[in-house]
């Protein structure tokens, strides 16, 4: 017993925090890395959402060419001439009709990346749920039901919002034959 507490209500207690930390950090880490994976693309380019349009570091525009609404992507392209006399051409694309940028409509929290790193992130609540389940049923003392109780309350909370999030999103996907609001084709 360490303060009143036996040892493995402790360890237990302190796996359920490490899990809970662990989904909280893969959370974060997913959506830093999808954030700089988009705008690696486009390193040097400008978006002017006002005219819908990108801006290329030589002052080329790029004009909206396509939209793919099943893929909720659209695509801008600079014109071709001006891409082909362009000093940064070979640092830039290796097209001939045009540097290519595309946009994904869809933010963060609706893509099919985050829906995968917060399935992974509910199982790890769900294994910190089951082990402080099987303390509360294993020990009874009143300070290691509130401990076990306490953590498993934090967990709910978390695994709630993040089991709310996962299901709109489904939900969202499958159901909205307007999902791409605002975005018209050419």
């Known amino acids: 017993m360490v303060h009143g507490f036996h040892a493995e209500v402790l360890m237990a207690a302190g796996y359920a925090v490490f899990l809970l930390t662990a989904a909280a950090l893969l959370e974060w880490m997913a959506k830093h890395s999808h954030r700089r994976s988009e705008q690696m693309s486009v390193t040097?380019?400008?978006f002017h959402r006002e005219f819908d349009r990108w801006e290329c570091p030589t002052g080329q525009l790029l004009r909206r060419h396509s939209v793919d609404h099943q893929r909720r992507?659209?695509?801008y392209r600079a014109p071709a001439h001006a891409c082909n006399c362009c000093h940064k051409k070979p640092d830039c694309t290796d097209s001939d009709e045009g540097r290519e940028i595309e946009?994904?409509?869809d933010s963060w929290v609706q893509s099919?990346?985050?829906?995968?790193?917060?399935?992974i992130s509910l199982a790890l609540l769900l294994l910190a749920a089951l082990i402080l389940?099987?303390?509360i049923a294993w020990y009874k003392a009143?300070?290691?039901?509130a401990l076990a109780g306490?953590?498993?309350?934090?967990?709910g909370v978390a695994g709630t919002r993040l089991l709310a999030g996962f299901r709109?999103?489904?939900?969202?996907?499958?159901?909205?034959?307007?999902?791409?609001?605002?975005?018209s084709s050419i």
Do not use: D, S, Y
């Not at 099919?112 to 399935?119: L, P, Q, W």
């Not at 009143?142 to 039901?145: F, I, Q, S, Y």
């Not at 306490?150 to 967990?155: E, S, Y």
């Not at 709109?168 to 975005?183: E, I, S, T, W």
């Open 44 to 46: 040097g380019f400008r």
């Open 73 to 75: 992507i659209v695509r």
């Open 103 to 105: 946009r994904r409509v």
């Open 112 to 119: 099919e990346i985050r829906r995968f790193h917060r399935g």
């Open 133 to 135: 389940a099987a303390q």
């Open 142 to 145: 009143p300070r290691e039901l």
């Open 150 to 155: 306490g953590l498993l309350v934090a967990i």
């Open 168 to 183: 709109a999103n489904q939900r969202g996907l499958r159901n909205n034959p307007n999902r791409m609001k605002g975005v």
